[in-house]
């Protein structure tokens, strides 16, 4: 099957809600778990004023995990979409206690240029969940990671994979989504059209020099890119 891209932001309003409302608990506690073992697999501790970035970053549920699981490093969600930004800047300060460590900053990787990234170079960490396959050109990650990253940097991307056929497809959609707001449904199943498979991921890992990086296929309908860094 094709792939077929859907927009790259999210900045329509029903789309932002049902997005900040919906429960993605689960996926964001093995992104939190996935980076936890990569860096223990490493016994490195990241050093206190780490910079972590989580990379479209929508309302900041995986941001929020990140900074309360390392309060002396220096989380910064990073998202294209004004509407996105704007909850998880409203969530970030109506939570009590404050998160000290998290701020959001609104950059849209595929027209920003080298100036806009300055400040945010030098990432020990960079994460990024159901972010790639919004990208028109999945080179705009992989480039980005080459320019963030620090020596070393720690990396982990999940997504979705694209199934062989719409028959498929509609599979994913009965089994996780029948019951989600319509807006939900209709995301999950663009979404799945618009990913890419292992093996795209692998090429073009292949193509930026990144194929230090290690793809997995994780159950049904993820995959995931990690590893470090290295200049
Ligand atoms: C499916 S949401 C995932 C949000 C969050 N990472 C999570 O796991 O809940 C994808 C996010 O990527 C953002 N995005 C898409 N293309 C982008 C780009 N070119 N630059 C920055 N953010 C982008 C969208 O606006 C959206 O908020």
């Not at 970030?92 to 701020?103: D, E, G």
Request: glycine share 6%; with cysteine; aromatic share 6%.
């Amino acid at each position: 099957m094709q792939r077929c891209p859907e927009p790259e932001l999210m900045n329509a309003s029903d789309q932002v809600l049902a997005y900040a409302e919906a429960d993605f608990s689960a996926g964001d506690q093995t992104v939190l778990e996935g980076l936890l073992a990569l860096i223990d697999h490493s016994c490195v501790t990241l050093p206190p004023g780490s910079l972590i970035l989580d990379l479209g970053c929508g309302p900041g549920n995986i941001s929020e995990r990140l900074a309360s699981c390392w309060p002396l490093s220096d989380v910064i969600g990073i998202d294209g979409a004004s509407a996105m930004i704007s909850v998880a800047n409203q969530r970030r300060f109506t939570r009590k206690p404050a998160i000290q460590n998290l701020k959001y900053q609104h950059i849209d990787l595929s027209r920003c240029c080298l100036d806009d990234l300055e400040p945010i170079r030098g990432a020990s960490v960079i994460v990024s969940n159901s972010l790639l396959h919004h990208l028109h050109n999945p080179h705009t990650l992989w480039d980005a990671v080459k320019q963030l990253a620090a020596p070393n940097a720690f990396i982990l991307h999940r997504d979705l994979r694209r199934p062989s056929t719409v028959q498929e497809v509609d599979a994913l959609c009965d089994r996780y989504v029948s019951g989600a707001p319509a807006v939900l449904q209709r995301d999950f199943r663009a979404s799945l059209m618009a990913a890419f498979t292992a093996v795209e991921v692998c090429e073009q890992l292949v193509l930026a020099g990144l194929s230090q990086f290690t793809v997995k296929e994780i159950g049904d309908r993820y995959l995931e890119v990690s590893g470090r860094w290295r200049s």
